[in-house]
């Protein structure tokens, strides 16, 4: 069955970088763009960007560019997004979200805690 | 960046009809239409319906979306606990060019 698996929980601190991965199983990887959203706690959905794992093109939310990264490795049908110069307001549960006909299939989410 | 409006909470009685709103603009509801999503507690998110009126397989029949202009709404029949949960609309905004999510609807299943 098509399943997405995430990396586990972070714990970083202010001024540092975070990688979060996201293993695809049970379809053709290279075949469906790969979303990544965050949800701050307590609070609502918010769209980071897409890559495209065929080509590695990518399109990221206005809010993100400069800071945010998205890669992939087709040979283990992974994809990743790193973000960087982490503050406070980061702290949130990552998820990636396959794009079958909108968001079909979510990983479990990553906390990422940002903390001194 | 502009989101969706969504109400915050929503209070119906077990197996009554809940009908939950999502309004956007001709940027994103109106001219993509939208996507419902359903999150319990601790979860990923859900999809429900895509493309307005959309179901996945897998989907209970008890779950239909519709749109009218620049809204949204998704109707959940005959309620039941585990429907108790948060709900969310998104579509794609063609002037931002950037996916949008509403505020998340908060449904209480007395």
């Known amino acids: 069955q098509v399943h997405l698996e995430q990396s586990g929980a972070e714990v970083k601190k202010p001024g540092a970088s975070v990688r979060v991965s996201c293993k695809a199983s049970?379809?053709?990887?290279?075949?469906?763009?790969v979303h990544w959203v965050r949800q701050a706690p307590g609070q609502g959905l918010e769209w980071m960007g897409w890559?495209?794992?065929?080509?590695?093109?990518?399109h990221f939310a206005q809010k993100f560019q400069g800071r945010v990264t998205m890669t992939r490795d087709t040979t283990i049908s992974t994809a990743y997004m790193e973000l960087s110069s982490l503050t406070s307001d980061d702290t949130a549960v990552y998820y990636c979200?396959?794009?079958?006909?909108?968001?079909?299939?979510w990983g479990q989410g990553t906390t990422v805690s940002v903390s001194s | 960046q502009a989101g969706l409006t969504q109400p915050p909470s929503v209070s119906k009685a077990l197996r009554q009809t809940a009908t939950l709103t999502c309004t956007g603009n001709?940027?994103?509801?109106?001219?993509?239409?939208a996507a419902w999503l359903q999150q319990h507690q601790d979860h990923p998110p859900k999809l429900l319906s895509y493309?307005?009126?959309n179901r996945p397989s897998g989907i209970s029949e008890r779950f239909s979306a519709s749109r009218s202009g620049n809204t949204a709404s998704l109707t959940i029949a005959g309620l039941q606990p585990e429907d108790e949960a948060d709900y969310y609309c998104?579509?794609?905004?063609?002037?931002?060019?950037?996916?949008?999510f509403g505020g998340g609807t908060k449904l209480t299943v007395l």
């Open positions: 890559i495209t794992p065929n080509s590695g093109g990518t």
């Open positions: 049970g379809y053709s990887f290279t075949g469906y763009l």
């Open positions: 493309r307005d009126h």
């Open positions: 001709s940027n994103n509801v109106g001219d993509q239409g």
């Open positions: 998104s579509a794609w905004d063609s002037s931002l060019s950037a996916w949008v």
């Open positions: 979200a396959r794009d079958s006909e909108s968001f079909d299939v």
